[in-house]
Each structure stands twice: as C-alpha cells, then as structure tokens.
C-alpha cells in the first residue's frame, strides 16, 4: 500500500532528509533514565502556567464548563485577543476578525487550506520552522523558498523576494520573530514586503508566536500596513509557558474568518470551554506576564552567549528575540549533523540541527536558552569542551 501514502511522504520529509527530533528524543530517554544530559532542543520553558490561569480553568471544569462551544471560540476571549491586536497594530480590529484556534500551528494549516489549493504556490523566507513545508504543501500548493542568507542577517532578500512571484503565487508566509533565527523583521523589510504584497495581490501570514516576548511586547506590523491582505497568527504557548494547552488564533478580514470558520467546524468542532476560560484569564495578565517572559529570555540569552563566546570554530548569532540562539559550526570541520551527534554522544549536550530548518542554516545547530543559568553555563563549557577535541 505504500503508493496510497507517497503523496504524503512527500510533504511530510523533512528539511535535507534531517529529523529534526531523533536526537531531542533521544536525549529526553536518556534524561529520563538519569543520565546527566543537557536539553536545549525544544522550546518550552521549565516553568509553570501562571497560577490564576491555572486556577480558572480549574473553577470552569468543576463548574461544569465540559460541552460544546461556539466554533469561533468564545465571545470574550475572542474580544481580548483583538483588542491585544489593536493595541499591538494601531488599527482597529474586532471580534469579527479573530478565530480561536488549537495553536498557532492550527492557524498556519488553517491558513493555508484557506488560501491555496493545487497549482498554487506559496512563498515562505528560508530559514522556517520545521512544519512550515507539510502545512503549506498539504493545501497542494508548491512551497517556494526564498533565503535569508545569514551574511544578510537573516532578513529577507527583498529582491529574491520579488523574483520568485509568478502568476501562480498566491501567499507569503513569514515569522517574525522568526525561528530558529530570532531575527525580528526590520520596518523596512515589512514595507518592502508589503509593497511587493500589494502589487500583486498577494496574502501574507505573519507568524507572530515570539511577538509578546520581544522587546516592547510587539514587532513591527505587516498587518497595520495591509488589514485586507494580512493574517496574523499567534498564541499563548510561548508567552505564558502554555505550550500544552494548545490555544492560539487567527486575525484576519472577516470574510476570511468566516471561512476559517467552516474548516475549523470540520477540523475542531471548537476549542475546550475550560481551556478558553483559561486564555481569558491568562490575557488578562497579559502585559505582566510577557513582560517577565522577556526579563527571563533576555537573561538567558546574555548567559548562553557569554558561555560559547570565543569557542574555535563556533559563532553564535545574537537573536533580537525569542527562545533560541544559532551556532555556526562550520568552523570546526564538521557539518551540523556530525557535530550535533558528536556533542550529544561524548558530552550529552541535545541541540537542534539547524539543516532541518531549511537551505540557509545547514551548519548551524539551534540551541534553546529558556533553561536554568547553571545549565546553560554547563552547557557551554560542554560545548568548548568538544570543539577543541576536534582541533
């Protein structure tokens, strides 16, 4: 039966044949079996939800908060959500405007099924998170890369960028802060890309899941420069250390939300009342809370940096926001993967091979700095340690 499943081996490969995970769960096993290993491979803070987040949805369970909701997601979050958008963009934007959905990762697949089909294609800036790829393609459209080298700093070659528009492109899809580069779209990158957006009546979705750790708890707006052809997704999962709680969204032109809205009936049914109720509490203390998950990255960030500073053959990328930090290890005579196994079976330090994010990052590593100080500290003299085996 393997012919019935090759379409969707297809959109499902991975960056250059790279899992990106083998290694991550792999240490997570030895982690679990009480080997001494350093994990830096994923992107979920060892911290707790918030504590009244937590207390809300617990008081909605025991209150019987357990059936059907509104497929869009309930009236007052979906009200919080864009007023945090209006307050973020400068322009107005209404419930009307906003879907609750189960991540941001829903929102892009979402997204996608909404804006493309077969014969399409779809533009997305290598570098890009892993699941880019198989949400764009399981649409049928055609991902189109366009790098971001990192002698440009990882930010868009506006001309590449143009070049690759054909009567056939349909949406641009881009993070910013992005990942795994931390790079914050610059003012004029966003105008630049809209610019090209608006000639030739292109979509853009904007992947905003860092937004409310940068600096100021916003980026610059490709939405505040084009509403009609903006979607905007994001989600609590980084912010309020929420990851498992799935709850995101979708901004966009109402039209638009209303076909969200018939695919998330077929796809959802509706996200969880407790886990709403939850969201809601947790916007509520939103400006507090990304505020501290700002102070706790931009901590990090400086120790992490500081560990691997002058390591032989490694040059770490200074992120403008975000969880993560890039190695360049092409220095040391290694590729990424040799080196990221290498490191993992003599020092049990887990990175994330930077090749399973596309074209431009093959000989970096992604390593995760939301971890304890003395951790990442460790984790530095690991990886000096190593570098200066290979010389």
Known sequence: MKHRFAPIEHWIAHEGGVDPWAIHWEARQAKDRGEDVILLSVGDPPIDTPVPVVD???????????HYTEILGKMPLRERI???HAERTGIPCAAENVAVLAGTQNGLFISSLCLASHGDEIITIDPMYTTYPASIQASGAKLVRVPAHASMGFH???????????RSTRAIFLATPGNPTGVI??????DGIVDIAKRHGLWIVSDEVYAGIADGNRVPSLAARLPDQV??????????AMTGWRVGWLIGPADLVKLVEELALCMLYGIPGFIQEAAIAAMDIRV?????????????????YRAVADIPGVQALWPDAGMFMLLDVRGTGLGSAAFLRGLFETEKVSLLDGAAFGRETDGFLRACFAAEPAELEEAGRRIRRYAASLA
């Open 56 to 66: 809300r949805a617990v008081a909605a369970l025991r209150s019987g908060d357990t």
């Open 82 to 84: 864009a007023a945090m």
């Open 156 to 166: 868009p070659d506006l001309k590449a960028l143009e070049a690759a528009v054909t």
């Open 185 to 190: 779209l610059s003012e004029s990158d966003c």
């Open 231 to 240: 979607i905007t997704v994001g989600s609590l999962s980084k912010s309020h």
């Open 288 to 304: 507090e809370t990304e505020r501290k998950m700002h102070d706790y990255c931009r901590v990090r960030r400086d120790v992490l």
